[in-house]
C-alpha cells in the first residue's frame, strides 16, 4: 500500500506527515548524480584504507605484528560501523531542518570522516589508528545511512528501481576507485589517506 494512502494518528506533526508521504516528481539527472558522486566517495573512504592503507600503515608501525594490527583495528571499526548505522539512520528520521532530513548528516558524517582520514595519515602508534578509524567509520555510517534512506524520501517507486541500481554502480566505483588509489600511491599510506579524505569530502558538495 502506499504511505500517501495510510491513516496517520492525528497526534504526528504535520511535517512528518509529508515526510513520510510517498514521493511523485521525478528526481532530476543531478541529484542522481550526486547520489552516485557520495556512494563513490564513501565506499573509496572505506575500501582503501581497508584493502591497503591500513595494512601498510601497520608495518610501518610493528611488522612483525602486522596482521594483529590490521585484525584489531578493522574489527574496532566494524563494531562502531554496526552502531552508527542503525543509530544515524534513526536520527535522520527524526531530523527536521531547511536543509532536509537527510543532507545535514551527510554533510557532518562526510567532515567527520574526511577530518580522521587525515589525522589517520600521521598517527604513530596503533591505539591513534584504532581511534581514528573508529571516528571514519562513525561519520562515513552517518553519511551513509543518510543519503540510502534518501532514495525512498525522494525517488518516486517508477524510478526507484533505475536510482538504486545507479547508487549500487556508485558504490562499485567507490571500491574501484580505493583500489586505483593504492595502486597509484605504491605504498605512500599517508597520501593514500589524503586521496580518500578529498574523494569523500568532494563527493559531498554536488
Known amino acids: 500500500m502506499s504511505m500517501s494512502n495510510t491513516p496517520v ?19 532530476t539527472a543531478r ?3 550526486g547520489l552516485v558522486l557520495v556512494n563513490v566517495g564513501i565506499n573509496a573512504a572505506f575500501f582503501g584504507p581497508i584493502n591497503v592503507f591500513i595494512g601498510q600503515q601497520a608495518i610501518s608501525i610493528d611488522s612483525p605484528s602486522k596482521e594483529a594490527i590490521l585484525s584489531l583495528v578493522t574489527a ?3 563494531a562502531v560501523s554496526l552502531v552508527a548505522n542503525p543509530l544515524f539512520g534513526a536520527l535522520s528520521d527524526r531530523t527536521t531542518s531547511r536543509f532536509g532530513r537527510r543532507a545535514p548528516w551527510v554533510l557532518l558524517g562526510a567532515v567527520l570522516a574526511t577530518a580522521a582520514l587525515l589525522a589517520m595519515s600521521v598517527s604513530a602508534s596503533v591505539a591513534l589508528m584504532v581511534l ?11 553519511a551513509y545511512a543518510a543519503i540510502f534512506a534518501a532514495v525512498p524520501d525522494r525517488v518516486p517507486v517508477p524510478q526507484r528501481g533505475g536510482v538504486g541500481g545507479l547508487a549500487a554502480m556508485g558504490q562499485t566505483l567507490g571500491v574501484l576507485t580505493g583500489a586505483v588509489f593504492g595502486a597509484v600511491v605504491t605504498g605512500n599510506f599517508m597520501v593514500g589517506y589524503w586521496l580518500c579524505a578529498g574523494a569523500l569530502l568532494v563527493s559531498v558538495l554536488p
Open 76 to 78: 574496532c571499526g566494524a
Open 132 to 142: 581514528f578509524w573508529c571516528l571514519v567509520q562513525l561519520g562515513a555510517n552517518a
Open 31 to 33: 541529484w542522481v548524480t
Open 9 to 27: 494518528p492525528p497526534d504526528v506533526p504535520r511535517t512528518t506527515t509529508a515526510a513520510l508521504a510517498e514521493p511523485t516528481q521525478k528526481v
